[in-house]
């Protein structure tokens, strides 16, 4: 039986080995979004394959469509982003975003702007000028948000989120279950909110033009990058709860 062979470029965001040389990869795909492939034999110092991919490469992938899964027949290395594996901050900022899209990238939706995120993303980060802890953290953000925003959860960040009154500096609150920020007035009957300043508001709108040049220039005193990690974290838990409720993704380690 003749198998169709499909090529496409992709990024490899996770890997797990499975018998006794199988590697299973996570790869989101240009022109297939997520999908989950086996390279059969591949820990094998014989395989032809294993020189082609590995975690955070950007290869070129042949893979067949099998009964129960997809099989790799061929690799080819685009990117290998090396920088990234020669710094222990620059990985875990790595790992920590193949965790955001393992949590919610969904099987098969292919969407460029989503590969054009991760393309920039991962690129940036491979910047060997980029060594910074405080701007490591930045760039995660930088994507984090920038995600959110192209699966359709871009907060509100000019006027409140529940009565739409137009925000003023020194009354300023983040609610992640509304949606972004709130007044005062508005946080009556709320428990969980964080009063922010405006710093980091306009961080994160600043952060939301997609402008890294800009956004890399900024000096952020550490309160404010302090609010601004403390809402991202509660953005992004609150979304995974809602995601899980409405079925949307699987229940993986939050
Ligand atoms: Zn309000």
């Not at 499909?6 to 797990?16: D, E, M, P, V």
């Not at 790992?95 to 702007?113: G, H």
Request: proline share 1%; hydrophobic share 40%.
């Amino acid at each position: 039986m003749a198998f169709v062979h499909y090529r496409t470029r992709g990024f490899i965001f996770k890997k797990n080995d499975r018998f006794e040389a199988d590697r299973f990869f996570s790869i989101f795909t240009c022109d297939f979004g997520r999908n989950e492939v086996v390279g059969k034999a591949i820990r094998k110092i014989t395989s032809k394959l294993r020189a082609g991919i590995e975690l955070f490469y950007l290869s070129e992938i042949e893979f067949i469509q099998g009964k129960a899964y997809k099989t790799l027949t061929d690799t080819v290395v685009l990117k290998k982003f090396e920088d990234i594996g020669k710094n222990l901050e620059k990985l875990k900022t790595a790992f920590k975003i193949s965790k955001v899209l393992d949590n919610f990238l969904r099987f098969e939706e292919k969407d460029k702007r989503i590969w054009d995120l991760i393309v920039e993303t991962f690129s940036l980060l491979d910047n060997k000028r980029l060594t910074e802890t405080t701007r490591l953290s930045l760039l995660f953000h930088y994507f984090l948000w920038n995600f959110f925003s192209i699966l359709g959860y871009q907060p509100e960040l000019f006027r409140c989120a529940i009565c739409q009154k137009k925000l003023t500096f020194d009354d300023l609150y983040f609610s992640a279950e509304d949606g972004g920020i709130i007044c005062s007035v508005c946080t009556k009957s709320k428990k969980e909110v964080e009063k922010v300043n405006s710093d980091a508001v306009k961080i994160l709108r600043i952060i939301l033009k997609r402008d890294w040049q800009i956004l890399s220039r900024l000096k952020i005193e550490p309160v404010s990058q302090k609010l601004l990690k403390n809402i991202s974290e509660s953005y992004y838990s609150n979304l995974l709860k809602e995601n899980l409720k409405i079925g949307k993704i699987k229940v993986r380690d939050l």
